[in-house]
């Protein structure tokens, strides 16, 4: 039927563009990697040898121990944390409820080193808590460089997202499910055991693949706060990167490791939630209500507690910046030296923040109005792929996608190195996904007829796709591409290895700021990346309408 | 412009399972006619086939003899109401009702002026600026209906476009597609697996089932003469009998085997095998005063005020739906008899396919 032939045209067109995009910019360079691995960088030769070194000297094996061991206690802890924080939140009536959960998004939503600088200041060896308990008590406080620390960041920072999750599932438990179990003599922890927990296990795996995958490849916290505590990320960074002399092979061989690790644990995941899931949608959700007496007391305790601790790191570095420097240090009084030095002496990266950012934004954008409707409405096998490769960025750590683009991109015929068009295709590759996601949700509840009761009124294939889809899609569009905005404005771990001085980015800054001492300009840097991103969430929710976010 | 359509031998296949097989069908310019069948019959891929958006792969479908198979559907000019009412959400009423004339480059004036009028016919003038999720299910469904007529299509399709409302809503609603069908006087293709609203809307009906249409004809003749038995069970409410035909004194008779016989007027005969069944419905059964008859006993009665609704159940066990006009004194547990009436039951060969009985009942 000409219809039919019209429409496989056009489609077929775009979707083979962008699936050649992907392979271009994420499979090549993947393969490129895993290639370089298996071959001996001075001979040529087909190779075990980098396989070999890393298994063998514990000074690796170690890494990789010790970033299971931070991911699994991150991921547990956060649990063990936001789990019971989403229940308060949704049972108990909070005074400020609708700030609180504002503000913990907001914390999730900061660069992670942001935090880890941050806790430096506070508990550092130096640390402004750690004088004062000096000096008050007498009280020696616990080392906080190492594991603990990087725990400490990594928790609250991350815990976030799984009371984000358990929240928006909780608005979806039925309150008649919970009156029912009540009706049959099941109540109080029993009931939450038995009714509440099984309904929840979905989205905690859900949220705790999330967790465990940003704090495994997060790579600022533990350089800067793990100081001789190595984790894979830090490992394939300074291998890669290192003043000995980066060794690619080396660092392609860790990455190769770490991306098995990594699918190895996403499909377990997939495999145990795909045999719990189930669809709830609630007529009655359940309602916080007020309660009485300690319960009370120890529930807004909890919840105001937990709030502190997540905004501290940043409220302590706002402070910090509009503190009085001389040189690096600070002293006594307030003044904004440290946001005009920040203009003055890495002016330059908050534009190219913007420009990149900007860039990168009106990609996705296109890209993922396209992506999302070749997916959703033209389903087929390309459209299949695609599907699975725009997944990619979930499984691969930043720092490894930059790695494979750099090795893959810096000799003919196409060098990239260096230029901001990698650091853009990076971010796009990256940052996608939330978009897609965001479009193809609200794509999902367009029923076909609305698109056929506009070809059958006379408008063309395309007519109808820019003057009904596309608008219907706006919402979830512009949703999904704050989302791809924020993380693109906090992202570190790709930009840290793809910058050169040119290109040069406001997280890079703030980092190679805190590495040198300069506390003052990576206060005003980070106090600025907190505003542009508090400005952003309070447009996404204005837009959007809604009360969370969903990543 | 209304037309005429004509399916030549259409064929419908998905991969190598064929969904309507050869179907051949005339729809007559500016009749409103319904393809009515249980679900999973065809009827909606027959519908969509009209509209372009399924390929027939395998006959010819015409508009007044102009072959369409080849036709794009933004250029067949139709109009369609679909189950959901496919409103588009972003744009107000009349946004939905100006839309296939944007697209057919109308000049503005001209659009504002007929947007205008279609919404005065279908009752909607007064929500012109809303928007669509302010608007009840009953007033969607006028703009789907303004938004389909609007651009005077050649014909008129309609998925199952009153399933979404409620009960009431939906008389009232069959009522105003009708009159405005009447009005204006497209060729109309609807579409829908409820009986009563095809009755109550039609000029003809196809009913069809497993792609094959079993009958086509008015509502009067689809309801007294149901060509088989799928149909007749299908229509209405209905009991199965099983009898015999014999001939007495040369006419065809049917006997029930307990010496209560019936003749029945125009029956064809057929000798090669006398079992035959019998389809009887509600109203067409009589309580005996003679005491001849089917005899069986009351198992259950309910007043429903204009008539009442009785269960018998006959020598063999088996229940038959009566509907008494009169007020027979009978109770529960009581022995009746039943009579037919002879000139409105059918009578089918024993397989149900074949209808003995002719002629329009009165």
């Not at chain 1, 319960?295 to 937990?306: C, E, K, M, Q």
């Not at chain 1, 402070?319 to 003055?344: E, H, M, N, P, Q």
Request: proline share 3%; glycine share 8%; with cysteine.
């Amino acid at each position: 039927m000409n219809g039919r032939m019209k429409r496989w045209d056009i489609w077929t067109l775009i979707t083979t563009v962008i699936f050649l995009g992907y392979l271009l910019f994420l499979a090549l360079p993947l393969f490129t990697l895993l290639f370089q691995s298996f071959i001996d960088g001075t001979t040529g030769q087909f190779s075990l040898a980098y396989f070999e070194k890393f298994f063998s000297r514990k000074y690796y094996t170690n890494a990789i121990w010790n970033s299971i061991k931070v991911t699994v206690c991150v991921t547990l802890l956060s649990v063990i944390i936001a789990g019971p924080l989403a229940y308060i939140m949704s049972t108990v009536k909070i005074k400020g409820a609708a700030t609180i959960r504002i503000l913990i998004l907001i914390s999730s939503m900061s660069a992670p080193f942001i935090g880890a600088y941050a806790w430096i200041l506070l508990l550092g060896r130096s640390g402004v808590v750690t004088n004062a308990m000096k000096d008050w008590f007498g009280i020696t406080m616990p080392e906080i460089y190492g594991f603990t620390g990087i725990l400490l960041v990594l928790t609250l920072q991350l815990s976030p997202l799984i009371f984000m999750y358990v929240s928006g599932a909780l608005n979806n438990v039925d309150n008649s499910l919970m009156e029912a179990a009540e009706s049959m003599n099941c109540t109080g922890i029993r009931r939450m055991w038995k009714i509440l927990m099984p309904l929840l296990t979905p989205t905690l795996l859900a949220g705790g693949l999330l967790v465990f995958m940003r704090a495994f490849a997060d790579f600022g916290t533990p350089m800067l706060i793990g100081e001789g505590f190595r984790t894979v990320p830090v490992l394939i960074f300074t291998e890669f990167i290192g003043e000995v002399g980066g060794d690619d092979g080396f660092a392609a061989a860790i990455s190769v490791i770490v991306v098995i690790f990594a699918t190895s644990v996403f499909l377990l995941q997939k495999y145990i939630s795909n045999k719990k899931s189930y669809s709830m949608s609630a007529l009655n959700p359940i309602v916080p209500k007020e309660k009485k007496g300690f319960a009370n007391i120890a529930a807004h305790a909890y919840v105001y507690l937990f709030t502190l601790l997540a905004m501290l790191p940043q409220l302590y570095v706002a402070y910090t910046s509009f503190k009085k420097t001389s040189g690096k240090i600070f002293v006594d009084g307030y003044s904004l030296d440290s946001y005009r030095s920040a203009f003055s002496k890495v002016g330059d990266s908050i534009f190219n923040t913007f420009f990149l950012a900007i860039v990168t934004i009106v990609i996705i954008v296109f890209a993922s109005v396209l992506i999302a409707y070749a997916t959703v409405k033209r389903k087929g096998t390309v459209a299949n792929v695609l599907d699975t490769f725009t997944m990619m960025p979930y499984i691969v750590p930043g720092s490894i996608l930059g790695i494979a683009l750099l090795v893959t991109f810096n000799k003919q015929p196409m060098v990239l190195s260096g230029t901001a068009a990698i650091l853009i295709i990076a971010f796009v590759i990256r940052r996608l996904p939330y978009t897609i996601r965001s479009s193809a949700a609200v794509l999902h509840q367009v029923s076909d007829s609305v698109e056929e009761a506009s070809i059958s009124l006379g408008a063309s294939t395309m007519r109808t796709f820019f003057k009904v889809t596309v608008p219907m899609m706006l919402s979830g569009v512009v949703a999904g591409a704050i989302l791809s905005w924020i993380t693109i404005i906090t992202e570190l771990s790709t930009s840290i290895i793809l910058y050169t001085g040119k290109t040069r980015t406001m997280t890079v800054a703030v980092y190679t700021e805190v590495v040198r001492g300069n506390y003052g300009v990576a206060a005003a840097l980070s106090t600025l990346l907190t505003v542009i991103t508090v400005i952003s969430l309070l447009l996404f929710f204005k837009l959007s309408g809604k009360k969370e976010i969903t990543m | 412009m209304s037309v005429n359509i004509t399916f030549n031998n259409i064929v419908k296949k998905y991969g190598d399972t064929t969904v309507i097989p050869e179907l051949s069908l005339e729809i007559q310019k500016g009749e409103f006619f319904t393809l009515l069948g249980p679900s999973g019959c065809g009827k909606t891929t027959l519908l969509r086939m009209v509209a372009g958006f399924n390929s027939i792969e395998g006959g010819t479908l015409e508009f007044n003899g102009r072959v369409m198979n080849q036709v794009a559907p933004n250029k067949r000019n139709i109009g369609m109401v679909f189950q959901n009412y496919a409103i588009f959400p972003h744009m107000s009423v009349s946004g939905n009702v100006a839309f296939g004339l944007q697209t057919r480059k109308v000049n503005k004036q001209e659009i504002a002026q007929r947007v205008e009028e279609i919404l005065k016919v279908v009752q909607i003038e007064a929500y012109k600026d809303r928007m669509p999720k302010n608007l009840s299910g009953g007033q969607q469904q006028r703009v789907a209906l303004a938004r389909a007529i609007v651009i005077r299509p050649d014909v008129l399709l309609m998925d199952e476009p009153l399933s979404n409302l409620d009960a009431k809503l939906r008389i009232e609603m069959r009522e105003a597609i009708k009159q405005i069908q009447r009005e204006v006087g497209i060729t109309t293709v609807y579409v829908t697996h409820d009986q009563e609203e095809a009755m109550a809307v039609s000029d003809r009906i196809a009913v069809m089932k497993s792609g094959v249409i079993q009958h086509l004809g008015t509502p009067r003749e689809i309801y007294r003469r149901p060509s088989n038995l799928f149909v007749a069970t299908f229509i209405g409410r209905t009991n199965i009998l099983d009898a015999r035909m014999t001939l007495v004194d040369g006419a065809a008779s049917i006997d029930f085997g307990n010496g209560y016989s019936e003749t029945i007027p125009g029956l064809k005969t057929n000798s090669a095998n006398p079992n035959v069944k019998l389809s009887v419905r509600p109203e067409e059964f009589k309580i005996s005063n003679d005491g001849t008859g089917i005899p069986g006993v009351m198992r259950s009665s309910s007043f429903l005020g204009m008539h009442t609704h009785l269960l018998v159940e006959l020598t063999n066990g088996q229940q038959v739906e009566v509907i008494s006009e009169g007020d027979d004194d009978v109770k529960l547990g009581d022995q009746v008899r039943l009579k037919i009436d002879p000139r409105k039951v059918n009578v089918y060969d024993e397989t149900g396919e074949h209808n003995f009985t002719s002629g329009v009942g009165v």
